[in-house]
């Protein structure tokens, strides 16, 4: 099973185990994550951005401070602002983090049921779910000296042909090349590996 195609099987049984949504953050560095991945509610999406919530948000403070899982209502992080509260306005009421990964590069879920607590069988499955998610989005280390050429020649504006004639090679050749760099990159399109690769600091 390739990368992509894990992600997505563990996504949907992410969402069979939080019926009322997630939140993943996946390889936060620098603040922001490698990865997002989300199915709140919409309404709850838009107020939390609008309230510039992330900053004050106590479950991602939690997720940063240790590794592990809690329940929301068992956490013991301060919620100043009412966060949890204003959530709980939005059917997101019964819930829990789950935290895995060295500081620098950390992963912080947090996981919705609309009806009741999660069990602790459940809390182990997604535990289990999210750690593997964490080590499937590792970003590389590095690219190859083709892939980093192939991604310049796109970043400079280059169409294909001219791209592989400015590196001596078929336009088949240059095609596979990008194909390579999505791939190590986990990227759906070009755009998004060349944005990967920048935000990488791989180029």
Known sequence: MSSRAEIN???AR?????????FIGAHIRFAAPVMQFQT??????ENYASNGYALRDPTIAWGFST??????SMMPIPDPFGIMADAARYG???????????????TI????????????????AISTLVRRLHDITEPPESLTKAQQEALRCIAEGDRHAA???????TESAFKARLISARERLMAKTTAEALQRAKDYRLL
């Open 40 to 45: 709140y509610p919409a309404a709850w999406i």
């Open 163 to 169: 791209a592989a004639a400015k590196l001596g090679i």
């Open 67 to 72: 590794t592990g899982a809690i329940r929301w």
């Open 109 to 124: 879920a947090c996981c919705a049921h609309d009806m009741r607590e999660f069990t602790n069988d459940e809390i182990e």
């Open 9 to 11: 099987a563990i996504l």
């Open 14 to 22: 992410l969402r069979k185990l939080a019926p009322m949504g997630y």
């Open 92 to 106: 997101l009421v019964n819930g829990i983090v789950v935290s895995c990964g060295p500081l620098k590069s950390r």
